[in-house]
């Protein structure tokens, strides 16, 4: 088994018994106090802190279970687990350290990989923030998706908080919900993004709204994008599929499928420039083409969400993308949607929860990927998975989507960040087109009840006296990085 670094380490340690990322300076001190010190010795020093001994997690061994739950798992403690872990640690069996490890070490796939998640968000975090604006409280889940009353109220905050933001109603869906466009930028280079043309696939929607946050704000980095680049973002184009997902998760039987618009119309097969169609059964559609027509933009992507796919490593699919492969389209058109490919990968090769893989494409004219590129519109689709999720969600299924949803949505805005720095900087002119071919091939389809169903509580917990070294099972399964070299 391979050894985990010593950040991976030490972030646990943060994440497990501090409920927090780690401060970029705590991170480093920690980091060199392991050149001289086992992974058990400062397990002990988080455990024997001020912050540890006067969190609610120290009050008693039930506490703690419960803590390490929460920021292990982001879910509750089930009652088997509460009672068993907390028996071991009251009886002296297990320290709170050694507990973690047991806990790690025994949990399900849906749990190490929530695990997984909340480190890889947490070491992003760590990453990005200085020490003077570092926030213990920073949530490392979302609460929850946008409804559509909550998008536009954020939409219209982002447009008073920011001078630098424009935000236009561009239409109305069948069902009355308005459709805008948020504008940022007065660079000559545009940028179009699109999400959730299908309702019930909604965190490229999250997404863009961290990334119009970021790209309207005051930081020199932004600054300096707006210059080069404008970015127009038509977040939620199907509004009335999702607020019906929302409607069959709250139990409504015989809701219309939430991918498709209120006419029952895929708004993503509307596209093709031979074939048109009927503006009256998809006003979302047109809304994209007029909005698209009037901007030109030098690229546009479009943000999905996918089923499970999983390697021969074991190792799930968390976004797989692909470029216009219409016959008839320009190559040049194409080629400018594997540049696009290339920059996602470029940026997500330091983020630990991502594995990129190329969306088995058709030439089907009728999607925004091909239909647009065919009047000229470089494109990329991106399908992240967690439609499977979402799905069963709506069905009912006791199932903890925030850590996952978190760490997709993450992912969602590394890229679109991606894109659009690489464009503003000049560097996405030179990238080698041919390198996307280097993305692998999507994995194999997995049923859902093997990831999910079998989910009984089975702990099997190794005499931690046996293992060398305690190790945590997150920094053992990060995956290897998958991307192409650029
Ligand atoms: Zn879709």
Known sequence: MEKPDSKDIVQGLYLSLLGRAADPEGLKHWVGELENSTIEELGDHFVSSDEFTSSSAAESPESFVRSLYFNLFDRQADKAGLDYWSAKLEQGELDEH??????????????????????????????????????????LTISGLHSNDELYAELNRLDSDYDSLALDQVGSSLAG????????????????????????EPLGTEASLYLLEFLAGDSALAQSIREEVTVTVMPRVNPDGFARWERQESGEQGVLDPRRNEANVDLNRSYDPDEGFDESQAPEAAAVL???????????????????????????????????????????VSETGQQAAVAIANSLENFDHDQLTLFPGSENPAIARNGLALDGTPTLLIEQRGLQEMDELALGLDLDYSA???????????????????????????????LAEQIPE?????????????????????????????QLVGAQTMEEPTMVEA
Request: aromatic share 8%; charged share 25%; net charge negative.
């Open 98 to 139: 050694q507990l973690v490890t047991a806990i790690t070490q025994s949990a399900s796939e849906a749990d190490r990989e929530a695990y997984n998640a909340k480190l890889a968000i947490s070491d992003y975090y760590t990453d990005q923030v200085t020490q003077d604006a570092y926030d213990p409280e920073q949530p």
């Open 177 to 200: 919900n308005p459709l805008y466009k948020a504008e940022v930028g007065s660079g000559e280079r545009k940028v179009m993004i699109i999400t959730q043309q299908h309702g019930d």
């Open 290 to 332: 007029e909005v698209l027509d009037a901007f030109q933009p030098d690229l546009l992507l479009d943000y999905h969400h996918q089923n499970n796919y999983r390697n021969d490593e074991g190792s799930l699919d968390t976004m797989s993308i692909q470029w216009p492969t219409n016959p008839d389209v320009d190559p040049s």
């Open 404 to 434: 996952l949803a978190s760490a997709l949505t993450l992912e969602a805005l590394i890229s679109m960040k991606g894109v659009v720095s690489a464009i503003a900087d000049d560097s996405f002119d030179s990238l080698d087109p041919a």
């Open 442 to 470: 999507r994995s194999e389809r997995i049923d859902f009840a093997d990831l999910y169903g079998d989910d009984a509580y089975q702990p099997e917990v190794q005499d931690p006296a046996a293992s060398e070294e305690l």
